[in-house]
């Protein structure tokens, strides 16, 4: 018998698998089909003492109406320079989105797009680092996001890296 990982959480629910984020998304949907929503994935990091806490975040916005959120935590104990972090940040984004896009493709709902935010913006330390994330991840075929609009990855992931 394989054992699943329950690699998210979810504040209301608990733990939970990807396919049980999945489930639990396309039931909020299906709730108000005629409502607007974006799918939002970010992802933060904070070091800390003996290890660098990495933290994504998967987001169904119900425009105008709420959303649901659903978080991973992971620690890293090498560390890394900002650049570096950033980067891993992205990948990690990427590696959620690529998994959830696969799900959609298999449940036939490609009319929900992804869009990543990006720990970025053009004040501070980031802002030269901007132009070849944004780069990584529209290459990747997602949308971009950044500070102030990236709430996905500097307000909710944010919220677990403490």
Known sequence: MQVV????????????????????IL?????????DYR???GSDSQPREDHICFVSAIIVHRQGKGARYYYSKRNQNKFMSLRQR???EASLSLDV???????????????LNIEIHL????????KGLIREVVG??????????????SFGASTVADRYTK
């Open 5 to 24: 990982r329950k690699e998210f959480n979810s504040p209301t629910k608990g733990p939970m698998t990807l396919r049980q984020v999945f489930a639990d």
């Open 27 to 35: 039931e909020y949907v299906a709730a108000e089909p005629d409502m």
């Open 39 to 41: 799918l939002i994935i």
């Open 86 to 88: 950033i980067f891993y």
């Open 97 to 111: 989105a690529s998994r959830l896009t696969a799900l959609l493709a298999e449940s036939g709902h490609n009319d």
């Open 119 to 126: 720990d970025v913006g053009r004040v501070g330390e980031t």
């Open 136 to 149: 990584m991840i529209t290459g990747s075929g997602f949308e971009a996001r950044i500070k102030p609009e």
